[in-house]
């Protein structure tokens, strides 16, 4: 796994990109389990924890010395709990 992040470019937009991706991917798996499950129809918590998901990522690109990688993913984290404030709020 090092080799492969050693290969990315040390670039907010990158960490822009892996941001949004990751979140997007699992909001969408817990859009499903929400849609799916009858238990867990009221469960929007489980957006918050697929946002969350981003500060682990963050760490793992901090803890490697990909800094500008890491304030993509903050920088997009901010962008989907905003997303997700709206959601609840309008």
């Not at 050693?6 to 990109?17: A, D």
Request: glycine share 6%; with cysteine; aromatic share 20%.
């Amino acid at each position: 796994m090092n080799n492969q992040l050693s290969k990315l470019n040390n670039s907010v937009w990158v960490g822009l990109g892996i941001g949004i991706m990751i979140p997007a991917i699992l909001c969408f798996i817990a859009w499903y389990i929400i849609n799916h499950v009858v238990y867990l129809s009221k469960a929007d918590l489980l957006y918050i924890g697929a946002i969350a998901v981003n500060a682990y990522f963050m760490q793992y690109f901090f803890k490697y010395n990909k800094e500008n990688i890491g304030r993509g993913i903050l920088a997009a984290t901010f962008l989907c709990a905003f997303v997700f404030f709206a959601y609840k709020v309008f």
